[in-house]
C-alpha cells in the first residue's frame, strides 16, 4: 500500500517540480519541431528530405503527442495555401473571424479532417505504410492515451498535468496562434496575396513558424528567416541534422541581389523581378506611406486642413486600391483623393501595371519584358521623384 500510495504521489522518477518543467518543456519544444520540420516543411512543401529514422520517429512522437495523421495535417495544410482567406480556406480568420480561428481552430481542423475530398485532392505523396495505416491513422487516441499512461508513471498524479499541457499545446500555438494571429497581426516582409503576418521576428517559441509572412511569400523554402535580425530555431535544427546527414535541404528562398549601374532591363532582370515580386511590391508599398506623409506635408504647410483629413482616412485604403471587394463608400472616398492628388494616382495606377506584368501567364518572355521595359521608362519620366528612385532600383534586380 506504501509503495501504491509513493507511485501515484511521485511515480517512477520522484522528480522535483523543476524537473517535471523542464521535461514538459522539452517534450513539447519536440513537439513543435516534430511539425513544423516534418509535417510542414517536409512533408507539406517538400523543401527537405529527412532520413527515414528521423522521419518515423517524428510520426511516432506525433502520434504519442497529438494523434494526427501526417496525410490529414498535409492536406488540410496544402489546401489553406491553395484557397489561403478564400471560401474553402479551412482555418482563415479572414473567413470565420479572428475569435473562432484563435478559440476554436482544433475544431475546425478535425472537422476538415474529415473531408475525404480534401485528403484525396491535397493528401498525396505522403506515407502509406503498414505502421501508418494499421497503427497511426487507425489508432489516434490510443496514441495520446499512451502518452499519458507514460506520464502518469513517471510522474504520478502530477502526470496528467503534464500530460494536458502536451496536450494543448500544439491547439493553442499552432491552431491558434500561428493560424489565427499569424494572418491578422505583425508584421510583413512580403506583400504576399493574402493576410500573413510575421508574429514575432524570433522564431523560437514556435519552431520558427512566428514567421509567418516569410513562409507564405516563398512556401517551399525550408528556412523561414529572412532579414538579418530574424532567427528560425527550426532552421537551425535543420541544418544540424544536414551536417550529420539525418536531412537534405532542397530549397531555400531566393535571396536579393543587385547589379548596380546596370543599363537596361534584360530578361535575366524580368526573371529576378518575377522570382521577388512580393519583396518588390512590399516596397512599392513603402514607396505609397512615404508619398502620403509627403503629401500630408504639402497640405499642412498649405493649411488644406479638410484634405488633409480626408487624406488620412484614405491612406489605410491606398494598399487595397486594386480590391475589388473595397465597399461602395470607401471605394469613392479613395476616388475622391485620386482625382485631387495626381502623383498618389500615378503611383496607384503603375502599381496596378506592374502587379499586371507578371500575373500575365500566357504571354511570351519578350512581350513581359517589353512591358518591364515600358513600365521602367515611364516610371522615370513621371516626375516623382520616389518612383524614380525606385524604377532605378529595379532595374539593377539580378538572378
Partial sequence: MDFLLSFLSNGLLDA???QIVAFTLVTTHLTILAVTIYLHRSQAHRGLDLHPA???FFRLWLWLTTGMVTKEWVAIHRKHHARCEREGDPHSPMVYGIGKVFFQGAELYREEATNQETLQKFGHGTPNDWVERNVYSRFGWQGVGLMMIIDVALFGAVGLTVWAVQMIWIPFWAAGVVNGIGHFWGYRNFASPDASRNVFPWGIIIGGEELHNNHH???SSARFSNKWYEF?????YIRAMEILGLAKVKKVAPKVRLAHGKPVVDLETL???ITHRYE???RYADLIKHACRDE???LKAAQSRGQSKLLRRAHRLLHRADDATLPPAHRSELDSVLADHRSLAVLVEMRRELIAIWERSSASSEQ???DLQDWCNRAQQSGIARLEEFSARLRSYAA
Avoid: E, K, P
Fill in 296 to 298: 500630408l506635408s504639402r
Fill in 232 to 236: 528560425d530555431i527550426g532552421w537551425g
Fill in 54 to 56: 528521423i522521419a518515423h
Fill in 271 to 273: 526573371q529576378a523581378v
Fill in 16 to 18: 522535483s517540480w523543476w
Fill in 217 to 219: 511569400a516563398y512556401a
Fill in 280 to 282: 518588390i511590391m512590399a
Fill in 368 to 370: 513581359l519584358l517589353r
